[in-house]
């Protein structure tokens, strides 16, 4: 989010304090509300489906770990507001402000990996169902998770670097990224995160479903595979689904934060434009819940025996990897980014955020 404590190159005005103080609030509030609540409920079904003797699938192990991220960045949101309506001035010490950014950006990166993972997933079971049996199985999906969360602690080392108090004008602090040269650090590290958490991504997912839809048009599968077929498609719709409102929610805010870079006193017309993109970038943290229960007829079922077991009872069939009941058919994909990449120094000039 874009706040003064990270500005470093040019001053805040007051006239941006309403917007910032009360609109900017209201909306990253509904989002937070919203959000925890859609992804508590996601791994809430998830975790109780062993009540119900139903075994967990690769796309469940996915969706759990994208609705877990977002989760976590969302509970960061009360810190962000509080941030917001207090004029960029943080109340939480230097070891909070550290937690908090690192969260959000790790956050942001580990969403985009794990849509990366789950889209080969997608590949490997359209284009090489029986050759990827072996290794399309939950121990294997929860290594390779594993790993994800682990190379995304490592992308992120800069932000753990430089994460700290900046004094403010009025004596306060605030919570920003504080790079050691900011005239020239500002450039490597926006582009550094541009290509990192989001550029390398989008051109592998593209790819990866490029030749997912290149197989489906020319493939032509058996009669006694067409069942099967069906609910690979089906499961593959809802993981380009989510892939694509992730990007589609990530995209402006990347293009402002390039645009940024090339402009010393960004116009208000800017300003609030890029905050629309900040708070597009947040909301997609909530959407992916309401996407699995809109988009999946079995996440639906699912939950509905989570939640009232005693009064309705539905029929579950885990023979099939593919079409399990499971949160399988919102198998893949979520996403997520956040503090780190608005906490980035070429943030606009805003009074007070977190970003």
């Known amino acids: 989010m874009p706040t003064c404590a990270y500005e470093q190159r040019s001053p805040c005005s007051d006239q941006f304090t309403p917007y910032t103080n009360i609109i900017m609030p ?17 791994i809430y079904t998830i975790v109780r489906k062993t009540k119900f003797r139903c075994k967990h699938t690769v796309p469940d192990i996915f969706i759990f770990n994208l609705s877990l991220v977002d989760l976590l960045f969302l509970l960061g949101m009360p810190f962000l507001i509080h941030q917001l309506v207090g004029n960029g001035t943080w109340h939480f010490g230097a070891a909070l402000c550290t937690v908090i950014t690192t969260l959000d950006s790790h956050s942001q990166i580990t969403s985009t990996y ?24 939950p121990s294997v999906a929860t290594f390779v998770i594993c790993l994800v969360w682990l190379m995304s602690f490592l992308t992120i080392i800069p932000v753990w670097l430089y994460t700290g108090l900046m004094p403010l004008p009025d004596g306060t602090v605030g919570c920003a990224l504080l790079l050691p040269n900011p005239t020239t650090d500002v450039y490597w590290f926006t582009l550094y995160q541009f290509m990192v958490a989001f550029a390398i991504p989008l051109v592998v997912i593209c790819v990866i479903y490029f030749k997912i839809l290149q197989h489906m048009s020319t493939s032509v599968a058996p009669l006694p595979q067409r069942s099967l077929r069906m609910r690979t498609r089906k499961v593959t719709r809802m993981a380009v689904a989510i892939c694509s409102t992730f990007f589609l929610c990530w995209g402006p805010y990347y293009i402002f934060q390039l645009a940024h870079l090339t402009i010393e006193k960004p116009s208000l017309a800017f300003f609030y434009t890029y905050n629309f993109a900040i708070s597009l970038g947040y909301a997609n943290s909530c959407i992916n819940p309401f996407l699995y229960i809109v988009l999946s007829e079995t996440f639906k079922r699912q939950f509905l025996m989570t939640v009232r ?6 029929r579950v069939n885990n023979s099939v990897a593919e079409g399990s009941l499971s949160i399988k058919l919102s198998s893949e994909p979520t996403h997520q980014m956040r503090f780190t990449s608005r906490l980035s120094p070429n943030s606009l000039p805003a009074p007070g955020a977190v970003h």
């Not at 794990?114 to 199985?137: E, G, Q």
């Not at 077991?309 to 539905?314: D, I, L, N, S, V």
């Open 26 to 42: 209201s909306v990253f509030g509904v989002i937070s509300c919203l959000g925890i609540t859609g992804n508590c409920i996601v």
């Open 114 to 137: 794990i849509l990366t993972v789950m889209s080969f997933d997608r590949y490997l079971a359209t284009v090489h169902p029986l050759k990827s049996t072996s290794m399309r199985t």
């Open 309 to 314: 077991p005693a009064h309705q009872q539905f």
